[in-house]
């Protein structure tokens, strides 16, 4: 039950600078950790975030270890055009997660 | 002056029985008056609180949006979602998680809000009852939780008066290898610090609750089983009787508190 939360105003002037908060649901495992019979815990974490606005990246981040279970990133960008705002979570095991959402900039 | 000698050893004897009792007072501070009651909310760090104030912060979201799926999803051999029988949460949900556990007839005891959801599963929808702690029985209790936020606790069930003695007696008993009592830090030590840690009031207003060292959501019960561990006692199973009356006499503890599930907790 993987699941994203995305909170993007849906309408800005343009020129405003806005704030984009996103939250996604994982375990983010250490792989430090070991079991009850004392097996290591492999690891399973989101490895990399990117944010696309009308295709053009304006922020991504490496994620490593020590970030908490269910990453909240949050960051700030200047809205300049109406269109689509595309997240992307990859991750180990194969972990992909897309999201997208619609601003009106006037 | 033996007589006088003897009146002397007795008014000694009545002065050291009067400072004992007096001391017996001071040292078990009583039951938190009412008025002195407040959430564990008021004691957390600002961006705790923050993350709980908002719903797109707050990761246990995740879980009342799942929970919100189940509610919705049909499920056992009689083919049947929570929403076909209890139709819109938001109605028929609200306030239930504030006099939660309740009185169950047929069981002749309080059964808490995860037991419901599995005996509802059971019983009408005729499917197998989720584990405890498993993520669809904190996800929906997470969600039936979320639709009494910001209602008052009350238990005013007279049935359930036994079971709130049974639970008052567990939270006041010493227990473990360190011999503790629930009471001992949480009605006469609570503002005060167990390491850097503060201790609460211990008021269980907020459960499920997402609790960052856990990294996760967890239930009362969870919260119950932990503290016994710190207090190296044994804990009790899930779904024991002795934790659900401890619930019973937490949430009468509670009583007037506002509900805030999901809550946010170090």
Same mark, same amino acid.
């Given at each position: ?106 | +002056?033996? /007589?006088?000698? =003897? ?12 400072? $004992?009792? /007096?001391? *017996?007072? *001071? ?6 008056? &009412? ?7 008021? !004691? ?10 908002? !719903? +797109? ?11 919100? $799926?189940?509610?919705? =999803? ?6 049947? %979602? ?13 306030? *239930? ?7 169950? %007839?047929?069981?002749?005891?309080? /059964? ?24 669809? &029985?904190?996800? &929906?209790?997470? #969600? /039936? ?26 939270? =006041? ?13 949480? !009605? ?21 609750? #997402? ?11 969870? @919260? ?26 937490? +949430?009468?503890?509670? @009583? ?8 946010? @907790?170090?």
């Amino acid at each position: 039950m993987a699941r994203a939360l995305i909170n993007v105003p849906k309408a800005a002037k343009r020129g405003q600078v806005i704030e984009i908060k996103t939250l996604i649901s994982h375990i983010m495992e250490t792989g430090f950790r070991h079991d009850d019979v004392g097996q290591p815990i492999p690891r399973d974490i989101i490895t990399d975030f990117v944010c696309t606005y009308n295709g053009e990246q304006i922020f991504r981040a490496d994620l490593y270890p020590a970030v908490a279970a269910n990453p909240f990133i949050t960051f700030f960008t200047v809205a300049t055009e109406s269109g689509t705002i595309a997240f992307e979570w990859n991750g180990d095991n194969g972990f992909h997660e897309t999201e997208s959402v619609q601003i009106m900039v006037e | +002056m033996i /007589v006088f000698a =003897t009146r002397w050893w007795r008014y000694a004897l009545a002065a050291a029985l009067l400072i $004992t009792a /007096v001391a *017996v007072v *001071v040292i078990a501070r009583a039951e938190i008056p &009412l008025s002195e009651r407040h959430s564990g909310y008021d !004691d957390i760090g600002r961006d705790t609180k923050a993350m709980q104030d908002d !719903d +797109m912060i707050n990761p246990a979201t995740l879980w009342v949006l799942d929970g919100e $799926t189940l509610w919705n =999803t049909k499920a056992g051999a009689a083919g049947r %979602a929570c929403a076909d029988c209890h139709g819109q949460a938001a109605d028929s949900m609200k306030g *239930v998680a504030a006099r939660y556990p309740a009185y169950d %007839a047929a069981r002749k005891g309080p /059964v808490d809000l995860e037991q419901r959801i599995n005996i509802c599963r059971t019983d009408h929808q005729k499917a197998m009852p989720f584990k405890f702690e498993s993520k669809e &029985l904190l996800a &929906l209790a997470t #969600y /039936v939780g979320r639709q009494s936020r910001g209602m008052q606790i009350e238990n005013s069930d007279e049935r359930l008066k036994p079971f709130i003695e049974a639970g008052r007696k567990l939270f =006041t008993q010493r227990q473990g290898q360190i011999n503790l009592s629930c009471a001992q830090c949480h !009605d006469d030590n609570w503002g005060k610090h167990l390491a850097s840690s503060l201790i609460p009031q211990g008021h269980p207003t907020g459960y499920p609750i #997402y609790r960052l060292e856990w990294q996760s959501l967890g239930s009362l019960q969870r @919260r119950l089983r932990n503290c016994m561990i710190g207090m190296r006692a044994e804990p009790y199973g899930y779904g024991a009787p002795e934790n659900v009356n401890m619930e019973v006499f937490l +949430m009468w503890r509670a @009583r007037g508190l506002k509900l805030e599930t999901p809550a946010v @907790r170090p």
